[in-house]
């Protein structure tokens, strides 16, 4: 009699370790909307706004009933010239009622989480779990007192329901980060690519006054820059190949065993303007298939390095004012390539 009194105790332990287990399953496989609604709706600081629209866009499912009003107010007309303009445009005729009328914006969002729901709560803990107000105010601060000159620049932080744009966008007022896509690491893109995308927001104005902007020579350099000044963002703390593209050391080291012959072979796209050229596009045309990252960003980062090494520690400001033409020749970097 005992043991079947015991093995009753056995099983409804069983039982309810079996319901606590799955009551937890649960929790852990929904959005933490107490901690989403802790975000700071929009980060400004100087002239740059940073608008956390996936909050809103995850607080409208809070509850039974899809709140469509708040898609709206707090998702669509805070940044409606991103979707009116950039994305509606970027994605064609087709997909445009999607993004610049009020109707399309609540349609894909009433559904946004139907289908892989779980990648989207994965990517929205890991923004709650690094206390992304800090991040983003930590980082604009240093920003400013870093960079002498000072952007204006309006950014998104979204979901939305066709991805393309990764963290870029038409111009400084129309910049989104899509937290979705999945070519994107959220977490490096918040820490690291918020810096380099600011500096390239900064470097933009002159280059643009620059006859060469479009060359191949000028993506690179820019590029680099931005990469460089990532490095230089952290203190130098960071090894020199996560500031690049987020390589390994693996990764880098390959590009040093072949820097010599990179320089060489691609020199004489610096001058090409289509864009479409083994420089900027290996993967397209293979000059160096081996390569496990992007031609132009290595090279780039490595003209801005020498250029610092020759003029100094804090020498990477000059080079907003520079050409890129400037920077290879002052950089002295093809010298250092003759003598490997």
Not at 91 to 112: P, V
Not at 296 to 301: A, I, P, R, S, T
């Amino acid at each position: 009699m005992l043991k079947i009194q015991m093995k009753k105790s056995i099983l409804i332990l069983g039982v309810l370790a079996l319901i606590s287990c799955s009551a937890t399953k649960t929790q852990q496989t929904d959005f933490n909307y107490k901690e989403i609604g802790k975000i700071s709706d929009s980060i400004t600081i100087q002239n740059i706004t940073i608008l956390n629209l996936f909050k809103s866009q995850i607080l409208a499912h809070k509850n039974s009933k899809f709140d469509s009003a708040m898609i709206v107010k707090q998702v669509y007309f805070p940044h409606k010239k991103l979707w009116d303009s950039c994305y509606a445009q970027i994605f064609g005729d087709q997909n445009a009622k999607l993004f610049n009328t009020e109707k399309g914006m609540i349609g894909w969002n009433r559904t946004l989480f139907d289908k892989g729901r779980t990648d989207f709560i994965a990517k929205t803990k890991s923004i709650t779990d690094i206390n992304v107000n800090k991040l983003l105010k930590t980082n604009l601060d240093k920003f400013n007192r870093l960079v002498p000159f000072q952007p204006s620049a309006k950014i998104s932080l979204l979901f939305t329901p066709i991805t393309g744009i990764g963290f870029g966008g038409c111009d400084s007022q129309q910049f989104a980060f899509e937290i979705n896509n999945t070519s994107l690491d959220v977490l490096y893109t918040l820490e690291k690519g918020l810096p380099h995308e600011l500096n390239h927001l900064v470097y933009e104005k002159f280059r643009n006054a620059d006859a060469d902007k479009n060359t191949a020579l000028s993506q690179t350099i820019d590029e680099g820059f931005a990469c460089y000044f990532t490095y230089v963002f952290f203190d130098e703390k960071i090894p020199e190949h996560e500031a690049v593209e987020n390589m390994t050391k693996e990764n880098w080291e390959w590009f040093v065993k072949h820097e010599k012959d990179i320089f060489i072979k691609t020199k004489p796209y610096f001058s090409d303007s289509s864009g479409n050229n083994p420089l900027l596009r290996n993967d397209r045309h293979k000059l160096f298939p081996e390569a496990p990252k992007t031609l132009n960003y290595w090279l780039g980062y490595r003209i801005v390095s020498q250029y610092v090494e020759k003029h100094g520690k804090h020498s990477w400001k000059d080079i907003y004012r520079l050409t890129p033409k400037e920077v290879l020749e002052k950089s002295g970097y093809e010298k250092y390539i003759e003598k490997l």
